[in-house]
């Protein structure tokens, strides 16, 4: 069965830094891209980040390029999200997914299996 | 960016009834490169549809998709109990990827 377990979410002050991890079971993780999806209420699901089955390439929104960094260690099945600069506006559930395999591009995929999702709030 | 505005926002159905549901994009999406997601509160999305009409592993017949351009429906032909729910359209592809804000299928 696949499984996407994120970890690492909670309160942090703007300005501040976490890193979320997303542990993968149930697949052979390397031969599949992933990605980072958020949702609010306000903005409902936005695309945040994906990455390459290799960990080579890596893709960022705007809203988070140069603040978020994606990055995968394939013998321990986890990928991981790195946020730094956090800003109020970041404050989401953050879903790590698994590209559909062979369908769509790794910098824009579709996504077949979502872990459950992490919270984060930025706030002071 | 594309846009994509789903339509109804809400809709209220009975079990047993035909459920349509619209997603139109501010351009043409390419190749059909448009899904649907289910999401049900508290649970993450669950893919239904890709390729605007190839259901994903696992999904029931009753659910199809539909369309091409910037035209696409998601039909659901006999609402069952559990399919009460959150549907999302996306588009993907190139980049960048976009969520459609929704349509609430609730009971009526």
């Known amino acids: 069965e696949v499984q996407l377990l994120e970890s690492g979410g909670g309160l942090v002050h703007p300005g501040g830094s976490l890193r979320l991890s997303c542990a993968a079971s149930g697949f052979t993780s390397t031969y599949y891209a992933m990605g980072w999806v958020r949702q609010t209420p306000g903005k409902g699901l936005e695309w945040v980040s994906s990455?390459?089955?290799?960990?080579?390439?890596?893709y960022y929104s705007d809203s988070v390029k140069g603040r978020f960094s994606i990055s995968r260690d394939n013998s321990k099945n986890t990928m991981y999200m790195q946020m730094n600069s956090l800003r109020a506006e970041d404050t989401a559930v953050y879903y790590c997914?698994?590209?559909?395999?062979?369908?769509?591009?790794?910098?824009?995929?579709?996504?077949?299996?979502w872990g459950q999702g992490a919270l984060v709030t930025v706030s002071s | 960016e594309i846009v994509l505005t789903q339509s109804p926002g809400t809709l209220s159905s009975s079990p047993g009834e035909r459920a349509t549901l619209s997603c139109r994009a501010s351009?043409?999406?390419?190749?059909?490169?448009l899904a649907w997601y289910q999401q049900k509160v508290g649970q993450a999305p669950r893919l239904l549809i890709y390729?605007?009409?190839s259901r994903a592993t696992g999904i029931p017949d009753r659910f199809s998709g539909s369309g091409s351009g910037t035209d696409f429906t998601l039909t659901i032909s006999r609402l069952e109990p559990e399919d009460f729910a959150v549907y999302y359209c996306q588009r993907y592809g190139s980049s960048p990827v976009t969520f459609g804000q929704g349509t609430k299928v609730e009971i009526k």
């Open positions: 351009q043409s999406i390419s190749n059909r490169n």
């Open positions: 990455i390459s089955s290799s960990g080579d390439n890596t």
């Open positions: 390729g605007a009409s």
């Open positions: 997914a698994r590209k559909l395999l062979g369908i769509g591009e790794d910098i824009s995929p579709v996504f077949d299996y």
